[in-house]
């Protein structure tokens, strides 16, 4: 990693961070300086990723689900009182499966929402106490889903609008007290939890990367990236912003080869 000291002295508090893309950003924002604290459920996994990012500089690794309020507030404090008031919050604790609706119990469905809109509203809303105000930056994590249909997706689609829409009311809400909430929309991303359960198979992968505009899978660090950018003064006046980085699928379905296509229709006069 060559970041930069962009993040020095700065205090990170990430959810859902023992694994994928949030561990992904706990490490370069470690690596940018940051002094980073960072949860999920397993005491064992929070305890190997906290080590992996403590490479990079100082990490507190705290057992916590974000499905509960308490804890997720009693871990935001000792992150507070252990490292000081904390300036980035990243919330990306997330669940899926794939499965039609019909075939989802409610239970299932419920518990997608628990985690990832619930799970949201959990760490930003008991975060504000601990802020570094004004100047604080508030990053969701969320997905396409929430704005494009998908099959075998009715859960996540709807978990993931909703953290889209708080994502944007608090920004309303928590602007004029300095404190900005953005998201960032991640498209497919190799090596992740969430593109294996999606596309389990070579050919399944095929086709996924088929879909997307750029023919590949976005890394970790390209979402570490977005994430790093809105926590600094370059992106001082981005507030309530759902900022895709999924290579333009968001845009639409882009299989075929359109180029190709429009060069055999094209004509010069």
């Known amino acids: 990693m060559t970041d930069t000291q962009e993040l020095a002295g700065k205090v990170a508090f990430i959810a859902g961070a023992s694994s994928g893309i949030n561990l992904g950003i706990a490490k370069r924002m470690a690596a940018a300086g940051a002094k980073v604290a960072l949860i999920s459920r397993s005491e064992e996994k929070i305890a190997a990723a906290a080590k992996e990012v403590a490479a990079f500089g100082p990490a507190l690794g705290m057992a916590a689900d974000v499905r509960d309020y308490a804890a997720v507030e009693a871990a ?3 992150a507070h009182d252990e490292l000081g008031p904390i300036d980035i919050v990243v919330s990306g604790a997330a669940g899926n ?4 609706a019909l075939g989802m119990s409610a239970n299932g469905f419920k518990t997608v929402v628990d985690i990832d809109l619930m799970g949201t509203f959990h760490v930003l809303r008991a975060s504000f106490q601990f802020l570094k105000r004004p100047g604080a930056s508030l990053i969701s994590i969320t997905a396409p889903q929430a704005e494009r249909a998908s ?6 689609c709807a978990a993931k609008a909703g953290i889209n829409m708080l994502t944007r009311c608090l920004a309303l809400e928590w602007g004029p007290g300095g404190v900005r909430v953005n998201a960032i929309s991640p498209g497919p991303i190799a090596d992740t939890e969430g593109m294996a359960r999606l596309a389990p198979t070579p050919e399944a992968e095929a086709r996924a990367k088929a879909h997307n505009p750029l023919r590949r899978y976005g890394t970790k ?4 990236d977005m994430a790093i950018f809105l926590s600094t003064e370059r992106a001082s006046y981005v507030n309530g912003a759902i900022i895709p980085v999924d290579g333009g699928q968001t845009n639409g379905d882009a299989s075929g080869d359109a180029l190709g296509e429009f060069k055999t ?3 010069f006069v």
């Not at 499966?97 to 039609?100: D, G, H, L, S």
């Not at 660090?221 to 570490?224: F, L, S």
């Open 97 to 100: 499966f794939v499965a039609p």
């Open 265 to 267: 229709g094209m004509s």
């Open 221 to 224: 660090d390209e979402i570490a």
């Open 151 to 156: 099959l075998y997706q009715a859960h996540v």
């Open 76 to 78: 935001l404090k000792r």
